[in-house]
């Protein structure tokens, strides 16, 4: 569970978010935990009365919780987003270890290439030429920036993240281990004998600010122009986004996601885990794509899908609620059938 250097009074985690607080003056937290996991000196987040009963059987010093729900007697800090607000405290009083500036030996970094003198470059990372490393960025044992790479300010880029030619990564970016932009979109086109043949791929990825991708996930670069991140967008593990594709301010993509060549996905859009589309459609402003959805067609902003085909949340409810009654349908149908030939074959005899 993440510690903090000292002590802290409640009261002082309350001035630093802005918030109320209950209970006792004297209250001090030396951590941060879960409900079942927390020790008397930590504090723990509720987010509405369903966790209630796991914070009575919780040893926590104080918690944060929605204002006007009854915790008892524990020291408490009122918060509208108890979530939102328990992740800042951990950020700002028991941050994660950061490494020293500097490049340290068994990196290698080209002569044409730039790193700001407060960036952490860590033994086995590669920056090629011509590329350039923000102030304070790191890069962990691993990160390959191939050439012509810029990486802006506060990121962090872990282990095994792969940078290709001409990429371009925002402010406060985080690429998880694994990550790979810019690789060649899967893109052919078949020859004067009928096989394919790789279309040729001179297109980048940019990556705006506020961009978190998770480990494993792959964002080919465009064929000719720019396959595009846009400002906080967020994408889990193992998602994989093709050439010419633009994702919109903050969209979630959640793991196991595919999206064909030259998706277009909204601002603010969510498409949940393995959710699928063909190329070259729109997923509108607001949307929300279901687990498992898959889409062949644009969808309209704030529109609710589900399914495979993809369609409505209202009539994918009515066709799942169908699909429950086929059984005691076609038993139905059968036994109609069956009346039906009966009366035939009576009818053939009376002729």
Known sequence: MPRTPRPIPVSELADFLEVAWEGDAGSEIGGFASLAGAAPDELVFVRDETHVGG???????????PPGLDIGALP??????????FS??????????????????????????????????????FIGPGCRVGARTVLAPGVVLVADVVVGEDGWLHAGAILREGTRVGDRVVLQPGVVLGADGFGY??????????MAQRGCVVVEDDVEIGANTTVDRATLDET?????????NGVQVAHNCDIGEDALIVSQTGLSGGTIVGDRAILMGRSATTGHLRIGE???????????HDVPAGARMY??????????????????????????????????????EDEDTEG
């Open 55 to 65: 914070l009575e059987a919780s040893q926590a010093a104080a918690a944060i919780a």
């Open 76 to 85: 408490v800090l009122r918060s509208p987003r108890p979530g939102h607000d």
């Open 88 to 125: 800042r405290l951990i950020l700002h009083f028991a941050p994660r270890p950061r490494p020293p500036s500097g490049v340290e030996a068994g990196a290698h970094v080209a002569p044409t290439a730039e790193v700001d003198p407060t960036a952490a470059v860590l033994a086995g990372a």
């Open 189 to 198: 086109v078949p020859d004067a004998d009928g096989r394919p043949v790789a």
């Open 228 to 236: 595009r991140i846009r400002r906080g967008a967020k994408i889990d």
């Open 286 to 296: 607001g949307a929300f794509l279901a687990a498992n959805t898959a889409v062949h």
């Open 307 to 344: 399914g495979v085909p993809a369609q409505e949340e209202r009539g994918w409810h009515r066709t799942v609620a169908a699909l429950k009654r086929l059984p005691e349908l076609l038993k139905r149908v059968r036994r109609l059938e069956r009346a039906q030939s009966a009366r035939s």
